[in-house]
């Protein structure tokens, strides 16, 4: 289990973008599509998510939404960026490949801690806040992201 802190979400609506979830510290790679050899690419991958908490900016609420889905199934370039439409999402739900695992309005207080109860997953993390002013996220997960070097 690793902590991952200072996830920062952007502003949205229930139907805005989805954000892929990696550590602050993996590297962004480059598109899948055109990575040469040694070349990273990063991508999700299964895992659990043991612990979630949410740091608003004090002044406004929201909902958080925590999806298992992999965006790259959908065309999304979850290596060099990490977002994934709303209608990529809605493609992906209708194929069976995306999954809304955890979803929970919260107040405008410095820091909310959620339990998850030991989620699963089996494609990646991705999150939406649904909301104004800012959201970061800090996670518990093991797995959940791989970093890999192009070659042959």
Known sequence: MIGWSGITLPTGSSTGNLKQLYPTWCPTGVAKASATNGQQIRGPVEGILYSLQVKTDGIEGGTIEIWDIDGSEAGADVSSADTITN????????????????????????????????????????????????????????????LTTKVG
């Not at 990529?88 to 490949?97: D, F, P």
């Open 87 to 146: 209608a990529q999402l809605v493609a992906l739900q209708a194929a069976g490949s995306a999954k809304l695992i955890y979803s929970q309005n919260f107040v405008a207080s410095p820091t909310t801690p959620f339990g998850t109860s030991h989620r699963t997953f089996q494609k990646g993390l991705a999150a939406r806040y649904v909301g104004d002013g800012t959201c970061e996220l800090n996670v518990v997960v093991q797995g959940g992201y791989r």
